[in-house]
């Protein structure tokens, strides 16, 4: 039977995205060739990278406000290095807010750069609360969030107001809600959560902010070479942007984000109501910074774990088990999860209560 995927990355795509992509690896635009092995200069996918890029600045109300939008190899990872090639002054600093284990990363290769003050930490508390209320030091050349953790299943909901590029790390909830993306100089995002297949990374920069760091940046982490050759500075990741292509596709003819946002929260209300609800389960979150895209949650008899885990597995749910460095239980409720995964999720935590 067809499982109900709750992986956080790689993770559930749509059930049509796959049909296409599948069959563009047999035969792509009844070219009798693969896409698998097609040139990247052909006319046939010049079109895929051209209509991708477009794609992800209309769905983010970014066409037309001096943004640019590429798709590039080295997942996030990469980009926390290539925010702070690109944005850090020679003898600048850059300000981070650290939520989580991606923020950690993203701090720690800034810090080969420059000096990099961390405005406000949540790892007091395992990273289960996102801060409020710091400032921000008006010297910075960026101030740097990332807006959803995976791990810790926390979400910023708030975004504030800076005088310097706003840059943000949005891999695990990038066009699941709506935003004022035009507040933010930089977004990047892993393709794996919310967008296509693990391999491609989404970079939206705005133009204006590249070009002031007086450093030389080699030519394959420089932004700027790679706006100018258009995504095509060496060998895109070919399928993995196609499929993203279709996923964007997806997505703007059930409504763009406004439509798939009142999904995502419908879904994530259903099954924090069941946490809630539920006496043998507990949130690990704090209530108002819990994330709508990866919903964390623990037993409180732990030593009911093999028995759970035996139930969930038995309704076909696939995934569920947290990060291997907290433990406990992790339910990625992505875009393309239906919501009927959810019910089937919420029935069996039911089942569980009635018969453990």
């Known amino acids: 039977m067809k499982k109900h995927n ?3 990355g790689p993770s559930i795509l749509p059930q049509e995205v796959l049909q296409k992509a599948a069959q563009a690896v047999l035969d792509f635009n ?7 092995e097609i040139s990247h200069r052909s006319k046939d996918f010049v079109a895929v990278m051209d209509e991708a890029r477009s794609l992800a600045l209309e769905l983010l109300g970014l066409t037309g406000k001096g943004y640019q ?3 590039l190899h080295g997942g996030a990872s990469l980009e926390f290095l290539m925010v702070p090639y690109n944005l850090m002054t ?3 600093k850059a300000a981070y807010l650290e939520t989580g284990t991606w923020a950690v990363g993203a701090i720690k290769e800034a810090k080969a750069f420059g000096e990099t003050v961390v405005v406000a930490s949540s790892k007091d508390a395992n990273f289960n609360y996102i801060p409020k209320g710091y400032s921000i030091p008006g010297d910075a050349d960026y101030f740097h969030c990332t807006s959803n953790n995976t791990i810790f299943g926390t979400q910023m909901t708030e975004f504030p107001d800076v005088d310097m590029p706003l840059v943000c790390d949005m891999s695990s909830d990038i066009f699941s809600r709506e935003l004022d993306f035009s507040k933010f100089g930089m977004i990047y995002a892993g393709a794996q959560k919310n967008m296509g297949p693990a391999g491609v990374t989404l970079v939206v920069i705005k133009e204006e902010i590249l070009g002031k760091t007086g ?9 700027q070479q790679h706006i100018e050759k258009e995504s095509m500075y060496n060998t895109p990741p070919v399928f993995a942007t196609y499929a993203s292509l279709l996923t964007l596709q997806w997505l703007k003819n059930l409504g763009g984000i406004s439509a798939i946002e009142k999904q995502n929260n419908a879904k994530a209300e259903l099954l924090y109501a069941e946490i809630d609800r539920n006496p043998l389960f507990k949130g690990t979150a704090v209530k108002e910074d819990r994330s709508k895209m990866n919903v964390c949650f623990l037993l409180e008899d732990e030593s009911k774990t093999e028995a759970f885990d035996n139930l969930w597995k038995a309704a076909g749910i696939s995934g569920l088990a947290g990060h291997r460095s907290v433990g ?8 393309a999860l239906p919501i009927q995964s959810v019910q089937v999720l919420v029935d069996a935590m039911k089942e569980f209560e009635r018969t453990a």
């Open 215 to 223: 450093r030389s940046i080699p030519n394959m982490l420089n932004l």
């Open 30 to 36: 009844d070219s009798g060739l693969s896409l698998l």
């Open 90 to 92: 020679k003898a600048g």
């Open 328 to 335: 406990g239980y992790r339910a990625s409720i992505y875009n």
């Open 69 to 71: 939008a590429l798709f």
């Open 6 to 8: 709750f992986s956080a």
